[in-house]
């Protein structure tokens, strides 16, 4: 009997892809593809689910990994991957923590993708061993501290560093050196321009439950 899968995927190309994959394989059965995270749930309550493929930047801003914890608290058989093109530093842990069964960075590869699919239907817990290298400035995501990748998150806010202080528990001075430790890395004039980049890059992605 085929396993049931559920898409959750707001870009039209990558939908039909998975869902083509899916129905080329006997060991899966494509039954919804929907492009919001927060309806995902209603469909695991009307629907029999055994799979979700799961993006975390979903349509209308709704975060697929807040989804997935939800499912997984109220549906803990049900097997959820994340998938995302997207270098977030946080999501890997997150995803950990909240019991998400696997995660793949999407890479267009039919194969990777079944493979993963049905190594966590047996069971297996498959994690990427870090986020991809993407090139800042002058430096890469991984040339730099979590904790600086914290501060750089909050900046995406607009915030003052005292706020941001605030927030992180941390001094401000404390924050005014990351944030130079993080300008000197990559080569940037402005903390405007940092923060530009990384939003745009996907490195740091602030949500309103970040």
Not at 98 to 111: A, L, P
Not at 121 to 145: K, L, Q, S
Not at 179 to 204: C, D, N, P, W, Y
Request: hydrophobic share 40%.
């Amino acid at each position: 009997m085929a396993y049931k899968v559920l898409i959750v995927e707001d870009q039209n190309i990558p939908s039909e892809l998975f869902k083509i994959y899916i129905e080329s394989s006997e060991d899966f059965e494509h039954v919804l593809s929907i492009s919001n995270a927060s309806l995902a749930l209603s469909v695991c309550q009307s629907n029999e689910i055994d799979l979700i493929l799961m993006d975390v930047m979903t349509d209308l801003g709704h975060n697929g990994l807040d989804a997935a914890e939800e499912i997984k608290k109220k549906y803990p058989k049900i097997k959820v991957i994340i998938i995302t093109s997207m270098p977030e530093y946080s999501w890997l842990r997150k995803a950990r923590k909240i019991g998400v069964d696997s995660f793949w960075y999407k890479d267009g590869q039919r194969n990777s993708l079944l493979d993963i699919m049905k190594r966590t239907m047996n069971g297996e817990h498959i994690y990427p061993d870090e986020t991809p290298v993407v090139r800042i400035g002058e430096a890469t995501n991984h040339d730099f501290t979590e904790r600086e990748l914290d501060v750089l998150k909050e900046l995406t806010t607009g915030d003052t560093n005292a706020e941001i202080a605030k927030r992180l528990f941390i001094s401000v001075a404390t924050v005014k050196s990351h944030i130079q430790h993080l300008m000197e890395k990559t080569g940037f004039k402005t903390r405007t321009e940092l923060v530009s980049e990384a939003r745009g890059l996907g490195i740091v992605i602030k949500d309103k439950n970040s």
